[in-house]
């Protein structure tokens, strides 16, 4: 079934929808534990709604395909992962509202951390802090003040290891090698060309970052970038224009504040916690229809490979749902964007458990949130990008198909 089916079915009404996301949630069985982290977990409360609900798991691409957060949150909000998959650099952009025009090329940077041979030993510079970061960035636009071939160059913090390499000029192609091995104890790659017409690209990429290694060289973690994400601007129709939402996100993270805004989302403030999220939700609940609850630490401490870690997030997070649940949403959708196990300890391709909660929804005989049980459930295994239309159903949006 085309995804973009449900859009020409779609009617308003008062109806509210509540997404409530935990990146990174679904996990495997790590030997000596009571299953994946969500199964050890103690959460009474995501149980009870499990035993009224709808359960099921839900695969963000394809079956076997590990996918990025940004296909992910696409096909959450009922886009074509495929279709629309675009590189890190536009989402890190539009998460800090940087002002892009049609002639720029966006990359996300990692800061990380090489040793004296170049090999990655910490892809991430051990997580820096957020001021470290806009002390490099200015550091780095310091050094390239000057145009590079015709080309000008920004820096632009994002958060802790996160930040943006904008490219300015005309040209500029996206068909760019990623220089990020996505493992330590290899060297960076090169950003080599993946297309002939990427090649003045590659080589002012090469430039770009032999100069920063030197500008660099006296940072104790961060003394490499890695770029990943290439990226020109393109836009979006709007939640509101595809299905009538008026569609609220709050999410820490500048990557998926990103995602929300080129969706035509309202963003949130930023907030510092957990339970300040919660707390926005109930402070904004009457004035929007559709909302977007962004928790970024299950992700986090999965790809710490921290399992303990992980099962304490989710148990934090479940003690907060009688708060959620006391908001009377007409549809809570509980889920993933992944699977972060901590055994892995990065994204995989294991399918994301999911619960629907509504009034209009027909019960399965799922007892407990969990991915065991969730196969079981009545949605079955379902390709995420058809979460959407399944919300918007169970809230009486969208009208009957045909005659």
């Not at 963000?60 to 940004?70: A, D, E, N």
């Not at 495929?82 to 002002?99: F, H, Q």
């Not at 060289?217 to 020109?232: C, F, I, V």
Request: proline share 7%.
């Amino acid at each position: 079934m085309n995804p973009e089916l449900i859009d020409g079915l779609t009617v308003k009404n008062d109806s509210k929808i509540v997404f409530l996301i935990m990146d990174g949630l679904g996990g495997i069985p790590v030997p000596g534990k009571q299953g994946t982290e969500l199964e050890t977990a103690r959460t009474p409360n995501f149980d009870r709604l499990a035993s009224s609900s709808v359960c099921g798991l839900l695969d963000p691409v394809g079956p076997g395909i590990t996918p990025g957060s940004g296909p992910a949150h696409f096909a959450l909000f009922g886009y074509d992962p495929v279709k629309n998959n675009i590189g890190r650099g536009l989402l890190e952009a539009a998460g800090i509202d940087y002002p892009m025009t049609d002639n720029d090329l966006l990359i996300r940077i990692n800061f990380a951390t090489i040793d004296s041979g170049g090999i990655v030993a910490d892809r991430r510079a051990g997580r820096i802090d957020n001021e470290t970061n806009r002390r490099i960035c200015r550091k780095l636009q310091d050094g390239f003040r000057k145009r590079q071939d015709g080309i000008e160059i920004f820096f632009e913090p994002v958060k802790e290891h996160r930040a943006l390499l904008v490219l300015r000029g005309e040209g500029l192609e996206e068909e760019i090698r990623e220089t990020d091995p996505q493992k330590t104890g290899l060297k960076p790659f090169d950003p080599d060309a993946l297309a002939p017409e990427a090649e003045k690209t590659s080589r002012l990429l090469n430039k770009i970052i032999s100069k920063a290694r030197g500008i660099l060289k006296d940072e104790e973690k961060a003394n490499m970038l890695l770029l990943r994400g290439y990226s020109r601007y393109r836009k979006y129709p709007s939640l509101q224009k595809r299905f009538g939402l008026n569609a609220f996100a709050i999410a820490a993270y500048p990557m998926y504040r990103g995602i929300a805004r080129l969706l035509g989302m309202t963003i949130a403030p930023p907030v510092d916690s957990i339970r300040d999220e919660f707390e926005m939700l109930r402070k904004n609940f009457s004035q929007y229809d559709f909302f977007f609850v962004h928790l970024k630490p299950t992700d986090s401490r999965g790809e710490d490979g921290d399992f303990d870690a992980k099962v304490k997030v989710i148990e934090e997070i479940d003690s907060m749902v009688p708060d959620l649940t006391a908001l009377g949403p007409d549809v809570l959708v509980v889920t993933g964007d992944h699977s972060t196990p901590s055994a892995l300890a990065s994204h995989s391709w294991h399918p994301v458990p999911v619960l629907l909660h509504a009034a209009t929804c027909r019960p399965d005989k799922v007892q407990r949130f969990g991915e065991a049980d969730c196969l079981t459930g009545g949605i079955g295994r379902m390709p995420m990008v058809y979460l959407m239309g399944l919300a918007l159903a169970h809230a009486k949006r969208l009208e009957k198909f045909g005659a």
